[in-house]
């Protein structure tokens, strides 16, 4: 595989095509990102679950043997975060925040992340609106802002920064630190404010962790933060989004949802699996020279696991390419071992309670479009649609 390949137009708009070929291929494909810098990516099923708990990959950048700069590395005021980290600065730092996503913290959410729902529909342009516009998008960053103790009106144009952060142009490189610069600053604002101010959320929690526990460091205090909001956001608002449009293109699926017949939750695991918002795993470096497949990977050449491409192996999954909600969920679309995500209760929480309201109060419920004519994200980084018209 070149660079030309992985990186190119035809495979943004059709990943799964293209990621099919590749697939077939081989299990490891070496290439370029648009800045030049060497990448090995892994297709395959096997070898994705077994990369991302192999102990000769290191998430820490300062392994790598290139310079990392594309899409790879945040400004030294926002490096400091779990998806940069290896044990044990991993594990102190994800201990502080874990107990804020358990399962059940989580569930204690439910009637307040219901009564958004309630709001953002009945709120919401009738008889036709924008889904993404009127309910994916704006949930998730209520849900992560409130949890956080970020007020509304501090809330800044956090969808322009991330799809900076998330741009495949290259060169966009400039463009997403200047996102990040905006960011930082607005972090330490709020946390300076949360300080003066402490209130009963997580950020004031980690302010305490690092002003009377001594835990964090001021770099890790706001490059923390920083994860959890951006992270909390995004990769939610995509499997709001494609969990709708599955369905959309699907009416029996909603019918089965409205009676009960079909789980909202097993919908959400198919939509992980089928057309994942987080198409590559988190990038990692290698520790030593080794070998996957016929692929050699010199010590600190960078991985990418593709995600999206290993929920669709067909030597793991029976007919991978129909989207069929019955399956045993075994996708790798939050990861797998010491780095699984956080974040997963409350994204399928969230997109639990959107769909079984939508379904239940919108009978209607129809896209409003051609699916030819549904607009995706042109990116590696994210899967997700820029629109959702529907009828209801």
Not at 177 to 185: E, L, V, Y
Not at 303 to 323: Q, T
Request: aromatic share 6%; glycine share 4%; proline share 8%.
């Amino acid at each position: 595989m070149n660079g030309d390949n992985l990186f190119s137009e035809a495979l943004m708009a059709d990943p799964h095509k293209g990621y099919r070929k590749l697939r077939s291929a081989g299990p490891v494909h070496q290439g370029l990102t648009p800045d030049g810098e060497p990448v090995w990516v892994i297709t395959r099923y096997a070898e994705a679950r077994e990369a991302l708990t192999d102990p000769r990959f290191s998430l820490d950048k300062a392994n790598a043997r290139t310079s990392g700069e594309y899409q790879s590395s945040m400004p030294p005021e926002l490096d400091a975060h779990l998806l940069n980290m290896d044990a044990p600065d991993h594990t102190r730092l994800r201990s502080l925040v874990a107990k804020a996503f358990t399962p059940r913290r989580v569930e204690d959410l439910r009637p307040r992340i219901q009564h958004r729902v309630n709001k953002l529909i009945d709120s919401a342009p009738a008889p036709e609106a924008d889904l993404m516009a009127a309910l994916a998008e704006p949930l998730p960053m209520t849900v992560i802002c409130e949890l956080l103790g970020i007020p509304a009106a501090d809330r800044p144009n956090f969808r322009s920064w991330t799809n900076s952060l998330m741009s495949p142009r290259p060169g966009a490189a400039a463009e997403s630190r200047a996102a990040m610069r905006s960011m930082h600053q607005f972090l330490i604002d709020v946390l300076a404010r949360k300080r003066r101010h402490p209130t009963d959320d997580l950020l004031s929690a980690l302010l305490a962790s690092h002003d009377e526990h001594d835990q964090l460091t001021e770099a890790e205090l706001v490059s923390l933060s920083f994860l959890l909001l951006f992270a909390g956001y995004d990769n939610a608002v995509h499997l709001i989004g494609n969990a709708i449009a599955a369905l959309l293109l699907r009416p029996q699926h909603i019918t089965s949802l409205r009676t009960g017949e079909l789980s909202p939750r097993l919908v959400i695991e198919e939509t992980l699996r089928w057309n994942p918002p987080f198409p590559l795993g988190v990038r990692r470096f290698a520790l030593e020279n080794l070998t996957i497949g016929d692929a050699a990977i010199p010590a600190g050449g960078r991985i990418w696991v593709a995600l999206i491409s290993a929920n669709r192996d067909e030597a793991f999954f029976e007919n991978p390419d129909d989207f069929n909600p019955h399956r045993v969920p075994a996708h790798l679309s939050f990861g797998h071992g010491t780095h699984y995500c956080l974040g997963a209760p409350l994204a399928r929480l969230e997109a639990e309670i959107t769909l079984t309201t939508l379904v239940r109060r919108r009978t209607r419920l129809a896209l409003a479009t051609q699916p030819e004519e549904l607009m995706w994200w042109p990116s590696f980084h994210k899967r997700g649609l820029r629109s959702l018209p529907v009828r209801w």
